[in-house]
């Protein structure tokens, strides 16, 4: 079992940066995929960002390319989301995921372990 902690979330204006960090426990995830999603009040959870195993595949939402980088330390079993450029519609809680499988997939049904989440603020 995987246990996956996020953390760096908060408030903070338009055109601000976060780091969002997520910590896994239970097992090393350095052979599954990662991504970090999001989920705002009355819409769907849906992809920010995704990373495989090694990290040499990575897919954005169209809305974050160039302003978000997901990266990956395998050693300390750690998953980032770097946040350039916020706007207010970036608001939103935002979960790490881990599926057991090294490719990079986009749709939340395959990914295996979730975390609780991190409350995003973004104001104008």
């Known amino acids: 079992q995987v246990q996956l902690v996020e953390s760096g979330g908060g408030s903070v204006q338009a055109g601000g940066s976060l780091r969002l960090s997520c910590a896994a426990s239970g097992r090393t995830v350095s052979s599954y995929a990662m991504g970090w999603f999001r989920q705002a009040p009355g819409k769907e959870r849906e992809l920010v960002a995704a990373i495989s195993w090694s990290g040499d595949s990575i897919d954005y939402a169209a809305s974050v390319k160039g302003r978000f980088t997901i990266s990956r330390d395998n050693a300390k079993n750690t998953v980032y989301l770097q946040m350039n450029s916020l706007k207010p519609e970036d608001t939103a809680v935002y979960y790490c995921?881990?599926?057991?499988?090294?490719?990079?997939?986009?749709?939340?049904?395959?990914?295996?372990?979730w975390g609780q989440g991190t409350q995003v603020t973004v104001s104008s």
């Open positions: 995921a881990a599926r057991r499988r090294p490719g990079v997939i986009t749709t939340p049904p395959h990914y295996d372990y």
